[in-house]
């Protein structure tokens, strides 16, 4: 199985700054398998990025998402107040998905 | 607009059975693949269960194979999770989620949950 790390586990930043999520895996992944996740308190997952850098419908330009292999990125340009919320990457492979613990984005 | 609603959830003592139901709304529900997953009290996300477009292909996770069963009625547009042997370490926030469409290696839409206590 396929472990995901995602770092940092917190990042603290202010609205308009750039944030940047890795999500690290134990061996490689195909890209086309590769997706990212919003949280927000009390509410389920939303996609924001599948194949590694294609953002889902409605998902704003200010999410983009890069990598290949084992390194994976999620860039937030410029952090809307909405944004703050815990990330999620996710890969498929061998009948299976799993999921990275998480980056919660906290304003600083 | 697209809906996924959970129900079934609740209290359930350790060793019990509990079933779980998705209503699906707003789509062609038969050309989706479908999924389930949970989320523990303060955890992360973990994939459960995988059904394909007909049901006739279905996956789980290590964790409840052998306890827990996926189907999907495609002309009730629902999918369910018959769950047995509970214990504790299955308390969790359980989702539906639907695939990608033709792509089962994301999850493009979740319900918002049902929750699973199991205790004693």
């Known amino acids: 199985e396929i472990v995901l790390t995602q770092s940092p586990g917190t990042l603290s930043l202010s609205p308009g700054e750039r944030a940047t999520l890795s999500c690290r895996a134990s061996?490689?992944?195909?890209?086309?398998?590769l997706a990212w996740y919003q949280q927000k308190p009390g509410q389920a997952p939303r996609l924001l990025i599948y194949?590694?850098?294609s953002r889902a419908t409605g998902i704003p330009d200010r999410f983009s998402g890069s990598g290949s292999g084992t390194d994976f990125t999620l860039t937030i340009s410029r952090l809307e107040p909405e944004d703050f919320a815990v990330y999620h990457c996710?890969?498929?492979?061998?009948?299976?998905?799993?999921f990275g613990q998480g980056t919660k984005v906290e304003i600083k | 607009q697209v809906q996924l609603v959970e129900s079934g959830g609740g209290l359930v003592k350790p060793g019990g059975s509990l079933r779980l139901s998705c209503a699906a709304s707003?789509?062609?529900?038969?050309?989706?693949?479908m999924f389930w997953l949970r989320q523990a009290p303060g955890k992360g996300l973990e994939w459960v269960s995988f059904?394909?477009?007909?049901?006739?292909?279905?996956n789980y996770a290590d964790s409840v194979k052998g306890r827990f069963t996926i189907s999907r009625d495609n002309a009730k547009n629902s999918l369910y999770l018959q769950m047995s042997s509970l214990r504790a370490e299955d308390t969790a926030v359980y989702y539906c989620?639907?695939?990608?469409?033709?792509?089962?290696?994301?999850?493009?839409?979740w319900g918002q949950g049902t929750l699973v206590t199991v205790s004693s």
């Open positions: 989620a639907r695939s990608g469409l033709a792509a089962k290696y994301y999850f493009d839409f």
């Open positions: 707003g789509f062609t529900f038969s050309d989706y693949y």
């Open positions: 059904t394909s477009t007909s049901g006739s292909s279905v």
């Open positions: 061996q490689s992944v195909n890209s086309n398998y």
């Open positions: 194949g590694a850098s």
């Open positions: 996710q890969q498929y492979g061998s009948s299976s998905w799993t």
